[in-house]
């Protein structure tokens, strides 16, 4: 049978893809590229934000018409099917088997039902093993970075977030599984890892999240670690000290803030303050100045008054973030934030959040300028020149470079490279080999 896996939302979403499509092709499945392709559809939804559920939806209109046309088994999984569950057969009777997030190696079982002819199958139940997956089983997409996944769920409780009802408590990965991974990865060629966790720096399986980027970065043949997402009640003064020190630790960190205003703060049950997180990037000292720092912005959350949003803009002047994901405050069922009077009208909200990418924008254009004239490592990350005839590639700080190679050069896909930064976008750096 030919499946095809479609996901939507973050990293984690992204490796439970990579999870999934292993589970399957151990049994024999194909993997293809396309809908058109397949006769299994599963979708690995993300209930983030009210636009990628309704892309989810929208999909699903197109399958129910493909599966008039001819026999297909359609599948969903991911945050929306753990929260909606049985609700999904009845907004989408045309779906076979809804898969819980807790329970992803059920997947074959779940098939094998539907194909013998089950109808609405179901198992949305926690499996206390779900986190201790075997990396052999996980069939991934990138060659040259591997996601690995440290800890799932989380033990905090922000108030617009779904994610503690649908992945649970936190579960941590035993240390010596992880460096297993990382070890049989390096072996089989990869060179970069990005370990995941829905709070990734809360880890605490068997040592302390620093500790095992320690650990990591003593395998033998990797060359750079990423991590996502941190928050910053666990930012500890051992985890700045690794990052500003330790080589192999990519020099960038991602620490989401949502609002520069505490009433926001304690409104969406973030746990600190403005002045905490910024002492927390105290904790990097003068090493600060050798990463590149970004963070999240929720714009209108409910309640948030001009002076709450000026006070964002005030902080995201002060630390002059290098980048930013920001986006309009997403209502989201089943989370406690729902329960708030959110009566800003969306003209402000939008003019809000378009005022704060300006700031960011010009903001990354000067981080961006700062590197013109240097020489730093990259990663290629495309396997031949674009049509434009530069190569794709990455440097540590994430930052994305346009590197020019002159038309005889043929670079290795996966491989660090030096390059010389010749100018700067907002968007991207120009770079050229040296
Ligand atoms: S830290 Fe907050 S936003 Fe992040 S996963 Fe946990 S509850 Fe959600």
């Known amino acids: 049978m030919k499946f095809h896996i479609q996901t939507w939302g973050c990293q984690m979403n992204d490796h439970d893809g990579e999870k999934l499509s292993g589970l399957l092709s151990v049994e024999g499945f194909e993997p293809v590229d396309s809908v058109e392709q397949a006769e299994l559809v599963l979708l690995n939804t993300c209930s983030i934000r009210e636009k990628a559920v309704h ?39 045309h779906i076979d088997f809804v898969l819980g997030t807790m329970a992803l190696k059920q997947l074959p079982r779940l098939v094998a039902e539907a194909q013998a ?13 779900n986190h201790l997956f075997p990396s052999s089983v996980t069939r991934r997409r990138d060659t040259a970075k591997a996601l690995v996944t440290i800890t799932e769920g989380c033990n905090h409780a922000c108030t617009y977030c779904i994610v ?12 010596e599984e992880v460096l297993a991974e990382v070890r049989s990865l390096a072996t089989g060629g990869y060179r970069e890892v990005e370990l ?24 033998e043949g990797l060359e750079w670690i990423r991590f996502t997402t941190s928050h910053p009640m666990n930012f500890t003064r051992e985890l700045a000290r690794v990052l500003v020190t330790n080589p ?51 714009v209108g959350f409910p309640g948030e008054t001009d002076e709450d949003f000026e006070a964002t803009m005030r902080v995201l002047d002060e630390v002059a973030f290098d980048g930013s ?100 976008s907002p968007h991207f750096l120009g770079a050229e080999l040296v």
């Not at 699903?60 to 929260?83: F, Y």
């Not at 995941?196 to 395998?219: D, H, I, K, M, P």
Request: glycine share 8%; net charge positive.
């Open 117 to 129: 002819g089950m109808t609405r199958v179901m198992d949305t139940g926690e499996y206390p093993d």
């Open 325 to 424: 994901f920001s986006f309009i405050y997403s209502p989201r069922p089943g989370t406690p934030s729902l329960r708030l009077k959110d009566d800003l009208p969306v003209g402000v909200k939008s003019e809000r959040l378009t005022r704060l990418q300006q700031s960011q924008g010009r903001l990354t254009q000067a981080s961006n300028d700062r590197f013109v004239g240097r020489q730093i490592p990259v990663r290629i990350e495309t396997h031949g020149p674009t049509e434009h005839g530069w190569w794709l590639a990455r440097s540590g700080e994430w930052k994305t470079i346009h590197l020019v190679a002159g038309p005889d050069r043929s670079l290795p896909f996966g491989e660090l490279v030096q390059a010389r930064i010749t100018m700067a």
């Open 248 to 298: 192999k630790v990519a020099p960038f960190l991602h620490l989401p803030l949502q609002s520069g205003s505490d009433r926001v703060l304690k409104r969406m049950s973030r746990e600190y303050t403005v002045a905490e997180y910024l002492e927390r990037l105290e904790y990097l000292g003068e090493g600060r100045a050798k990463l590149t720092l970004s963070t999240d912005f929720i």
């Open 55 to 93: 892309k989810v939806y929208s999909e699903l209109g197109r399958l129910r018409e493909v599966k008039q046309r001819r026999p297909l088994l359609v599948g969903v999984t991911g945050c929306p099917a753990q929260q909606e569950q049985a609700a999904l057969f009845k907004r989408a009777p």
């Open 164 to 175: 503690p009802t649908t992945r649970g408590a936190e579960r941590h990965r035993p240390c």
């Open 196 to 219: 995941l966790g829905q709070n990734v720096n809360s880890y605490a399986g068997g040592c302390t999240f620093a500790e095992l980027l320690e650990r990591v970065s003593e395998v």
